[in-house]
């Protein structure tokens, strides 16, 4: 490409090459434009040509990026996990009850902008894309998990705080299934009742970890839970 240069003599500049830049932007309205199709339709009513139609390209470039339909949406399902765990990022700034709150609160955020995706993700309803899906899920378990822990600052954890951790992510999931489908209760409401579960469970669980002392701030977590706990109607 030619500029002029400080002299006003023409000089070549060096172009800023566009072809990866412009690759990654298609695969990202690809991967958009997925989320919203398997979120209203399941996985055998959604084809390529669907999706080449919706996307105005041709299904040799959608095979191209992705290889073929079971591909496509295995990077969909991993598309939308992958955008829920970067709103649960841990502030080494807040306290543990602070960040667990501030989570949850997340969490609902991305159900109630994706409500229909996360409900077809976490229900499992797309057929033959399921063995696909599901290490996908439970590798974003496992990060949230490992998450919650090193907020605990337990270098190994004892089975009983594990498995605290890992039976209150479930927790979640069923909370944010049954609000997706029915939202008829206000998300910090519904985040009440989940730190207070949190609370309850590790408790219970550093009972049963004698010398285990777990960095949670639990008085920080009860005022967080100040309006629930002095009986607010």
Do not use: C
Not at 157 to 169: E, M, N
Not at 181 to 207: N, T, Y
């Amino acid at each position: 490409m030619l500029a002029l240069g400080v002299s006003g003599k023409e000089v070549r500049v060096a172009e800023r090459p566009r072809t990866y830049l412009q690759r990654d932007t298609r695969r990202l309205k690809l991967l958009e434009l997925g989320l919203r199709l398997f979120a209203t339709r399941s996985y055998d009513d959604v084809s390529i040509d669907d999706v080449a139609r919706e996307a105005g390209m041709s299904k040799g470039l959608l095979y191209h990026y992705f290889g073929g339909k079971r591909a496509f949406y295995t990077e969909v399902v991993r598309f939308a996990v992958d955008n829920l765990l970067e709103r649960l990022v841990i502030d080494p700034a807040l306290s543990g009850p602070e960040n667990a709150r501030r989570g949850l609160l997340a969490w609902f955020e991305f159900v109630a902008q994706q409500g229909d995706a996360y409900l077809a993700i976490m229900h499992g309803g797309l057929g033959a894309a399921d063995d696909a899906v599901g290490p996908i899920i439970e590798e974003a378990r496992r990060v949230l998990v490992d998450r919650i822990l090193e907020g605990l600052e337990v270098d190994v954890p004892p089975p009983s705080v594990r498995i605290a951790v890992r039976s209150w992510i479930g927790a979640v999931e069923t909370a944010a299934l049954d609000w997706a489908s029915h939202r008829d209760q206000e998300p910090p409401e519904i985040v009440d009742m989940l730190m207070a579960g949190l609370f309850a469970q590790l408790l219970v669980a550093s009972h049963h970890a004698p010398g285990v002392r777990l960095k949670f701030d639990l008085a920080a977590g009860m005022r967080l839970l100040g309006p629930l706990l002095t009986g607010r109607s």
